[in-house]
């Protein structure tokens, strides 16, 4: 995720002898105009700022309604040239996804671009999208309103258990659709097959480029209540395809569990090298001193809240990402670092603004206010930008790490 466009744009630039008006514009375009309710379609606001504008603002915010909303990372082009001389383009771009049939408005926004002879407005004309209903013939009866290809695919974490033992069966289902309501349910299958299934909470990943891509994990646990062959069925996700205009479904294979009488054997340990003797005396970095020390006090401050009774708390769930992501950068795994900082610092906003899981940083930076909880945002700004530009840099990483290690001790302080 890169920075809100709109608060790049209100750097400040000099002025120069270019031609005073027009010294912005924006214009709106959605593709496609016509789709399936529930389908993705992809909007983007190309902003064009001439050199003599000076900053740029809202006036009139983007709204969606109708629409389900997913930010997308937007993209600066500098440098480029047109009748009026040289200029800026930078552009937002959002996923939205139709929530019902009909003709769907995304609203005329306006933004204020000042310059010399100060504030000129730039009109964002209105756009409409024509949303369809989804057809009838074919329609399978367990289809659920998923919109969009997907893909599936299934494995256990072994084949062989002993009976009283447990087996890890994880499913991923994939693709830029609204895979938000997937349900998979194996139980009534394994149960036919004397096995107890206990599912997991369900996890969604965001892989966000041109359009967004889903990924919903499902995990359960499979205990086989006696010995033989255990087949975990196929399971299938009924989906419309908006290319074909017709119902598909996507699958897994049939797996099959071995189930021993014994315990079977834990997997094999591989040895462990010893770690060179001069290593145990080597120092330990300051920031992961500071680390270690906010997730020891975070747990421990969120486990005494809920002995005394006091509501819902994500310091625990903040210390959690801090743990792996301090584990991941250990690892050399700064892309994965950064997303649990980031996780972590949404998590630390929605302690201010509700919602905040599930905002851009843009509309953050206008829900948060001032003082401590723009400080947050500004955070979260620095950590998607470093998220979204290429390869992090470890060293980088580290030091946003230790910033946000500070953050937490001073939002606890104050707390």
């Given amino acids: 995720m890169v920075v809100g466009l709109v608060g790049l744009l209100a750097v400040a630039l000099l002025a120069t002898?270019?031609?005073?008006?027009?010294?912005?514009?924006?214009?709106?375009?959605?593709?496609?105009?016509?789709?399936?309710?529930?389908?993705?379609?992809?909007?983007g606001l190309r902003i064009l700022r001439h050199e003599t504008t000076g900053s740029v603002r809202w006036e009139r915010n983007l709204e969606f309604p109708g629409f389900r909303v997913e930010w997308l990372p937007g993209s600066i082009q500098p440098g480029v040239r047109d009748a009026l001389g040289p200029a800026d383009v930078f552009e937002e771009r959002r996923a939205l996804f139709p929530a019902r049939v009909g003709r769907l408005p995304v609203p005329a926004a306006g933004i204020l671009c000042n310059g010399p002879d100060g504030d000129l407005l730039a009109?964002?004309?209105?756009?409409?999208?024509?949303?369809?209903?989804?057809?009838?013939?074919?329609?399978?009866e367990d289809f659920g309103g998923i919109v969009g290809r997907v893909g599936m695919s299934a494995n256990l974490d072994r084949e062989t258990v002993g009976l009283g033992g447990s087996v890890r069966l994880s499913v991923l289902v994939h693709g830029p659709a609204?895979?938000?309501?997937?349900?998979?349910?194996?139980?009534p299958e394994l149960a036919e097959q004397e096995a107890e299934v206990f599912a997991h909470p369900v996890e969604i990943a965001r892989d966000v480029g041109r359009r967004l891509t889903l990924r919903r994990y499902a995990v359960f646990d499979v205990v086989p209540r006696k010995t033989g062959s255990?087949?975990?069925?196929?399971?299938?996700?009924?989906?419309?395809?908006?290319?074909?205009?017709?119902?598909?479904?996507?699958?897994?294979?049939?797996?099959?569990?071995?189930?021993?009488?014994?315990a079977?054997?834990?997997?094999?340990e591989r040895p462990t090298e010893e770690a060179p003797a001069e290593a145990a005396d080597a120092p330990v970095p300051l920031w992961l001193l500071g680390v270690a020390g906010v997730v020891a006090a975070t747990v421990l401050g969120a486990r005494l809240r809920q002995r005394s009774g006091a509501g819902a708390d994500p310091r625990e769930e903040i210390a959690a990402c801090m743990a792996r992501?301090?584990?991941a950068s250990a690892e050399g795994r700064p892309a994965d670092a950064l997303e649990e900082l980031a996780r972590s610092a949404r998590l630390a906003l929605s302690r201010r603004v509700p919602g905040a899981l599930g905002l851009s940083t843009e509309e953050l930076f206008e829900r948060?206010?001032?003082?401590p909880g723009r400080e947050w945002v500004q955070l979260l700004q620095r950590l998607d930008r470093m998220r979204f530009s290429g390869t992090p840099d470890p060293a980088e990483t580290r030091d946003v790490m230790a910033s946000l290690a500070r953050s937490l001790r001073h939002d606890d302080a104050a707390g």
């Fill in 325 to 327: 992501a301090e584990q």
């Fill in 17 to 43: 002898d270019a031609p005073a008006a027009p010294r912005c514009e924006g214009v709106a375009r959605i593709e496609p105009a016509q789709a399936f309710v529930g389908q993705q379609i992809a909007y």
């Fill in 264 to 268: 079977a054997a834990a997997p094999e």
């Fill in 230 to 262: 255990l087949v975990v069925p196929a399971l299938s996700v009924p989906y419309f395809d908006p290319e074909t205009a017709r119902y598909e479904r996507a699958r897994t294979r049939p797996l099959e569990i071995f189930v021993e009488a014994r």
């Fill in 178 to 187: 609204n895979l938000w309501e997937v349900r998979l349910d194996p139980t």
């Fill in 368 to 371: 948060a206010g001032s003082g």
């Fill in 123 to 140: 009109e964002v004309a209105p756009i409409e999208v024509l949303s369809m209903p989804l057809p009838d013939v074919g329609q399978p």
